[in-house]
């Protein structure tokens, strides 16, 4: 038995998970006899460039200057439906896209928190949840498959189940860029921990996070196993080390929103457009 520790910051934890599931073995099924839809996200847009060779749209995401949009709207896809080696932007027909899936789909999606519970949420920055509003009833009712990739990083206190219904766009009365609420993902997650293990006999276990000097948000984990399984994985570890920082996702979407944007109306409380409805001013400048 070999014990190995290495660190990796958040986008190689990133690219750790996608690696790990896109050679695991856990997407056959669903490539050979199913489908996979992808929902856009950094960590998911890994995958998605691994498995069908395209990356896809960022939408909401928060910066330095707070929770963003994207600046423009872009033509790449947010959702992703992959069948028979064939990949489909369906942003435009999700609904009718939805009613047709079933058991036979695996839908894979980021998080913006997870719990000690056992439970994760995303961020919903539209009305209505915008693409996953549509999306949320079928994957309850359908036996639609989920998985949730998602970094320990994540990782919030308290019970999400509660924390959600104190968490309102419309309820905010200021934020800097896009008030948010928080809806429920039902799936398996899948941290950095269990995709290393999906990916090789190994017991992974994260010991710390921290950083320092451009390492911030960096993961600390060992591995223990056969001398083989360590080696497999620490060879992973060393080739998402050469890859670059920025996670690979369409371009056109990185670029922030600020005010005015096409956005500006849907988005509540904003404190750079003057949506808010407290006194505060960014800046303190009237």
């Known amino acids: 038995m070999e014990t190995a520790q290495f660190t ?29 839809l992808f929902k856009g996200s950094s960590t998911v847009s890994c995958l998605s460039k691994l498995v069908t060779g395209d990356t896809l749209r960022i939408c909401g995401r928060w910066t330095k200057n707070g929770m963003k ?4 709207k872009c033509k790449g896809a947010h959702f992703m439906l992959y069948r028979q080696g064939k990949a489909q932007k369906v942003d435009d027909c999700l609904e009718q896209t939805m ?19 056992g439970h994760a949420a995303l961020l919903i920055g539209s ?15 359908e036996g639609i498959q989920t998985l949730i990739l998602s970094s320990v990083l994540k990782l919030i206190p308290g019970d999400l189940t509660q924390i959600m219904s104190h968490v309102s766009m419309r309820r905010c009365g200021f934020s800097y860029g896009m008030a948010c609420s928080l809806a429920p993902i039902p799936g398996e ?23 320092f000097f451009g390492a911030q948000d ?3 984990i060992q591995i223990q196993g056969e001398r083989d399984q360590v080696e497999r994985v620490l060879t992973l570890v060393e080739y998402i080390k050469t890859l670059p920082e920025e996670p690979p996702v369409d371009h056109d979407s990185l670029d ?21 409805n407290i006194f505060h001013k960014i800046g303190g400048k009237e």
């Open 8 to 36: 990796l910051w958040g986008s190689q934890c990133q690219q750790m998970i996608a690696h790990c599931i896109a050679t695991s073995g856990i997407l056959t099924p669903y490539l050979e006899h199913g489908q996979i």
């Open 69 to 72: 949009g994207a600046l423009h």
């Open 189 to 211: 997650i899948i941290t950095e921990i269990e995709a290393i293990q999906f990916f090789a006999k190994v017991q992974a276990q994260i010991f710390a996070k921290g950083g």
């Open 218 to 220: 960096s993961t600390a």
């Open 99 to 117: 009613k047709g899936l079933g058991p036979e789909t695996l839908f894979i999606t980021g998080a913006n928190a997870l719990d000690a519970f």
């Open 256 to 276: 922030e929103c600020n005010f005015p944007c096409s956005e500006c109306g849907s988005h509540h409380s904003c404190g750079y457009s003057g949506r808010q």
């Open 127 to 141: 009305p209505s949840g915008g693409g996953y509003g549509i999306c949320m009833p079928y994957l309850y009712t």
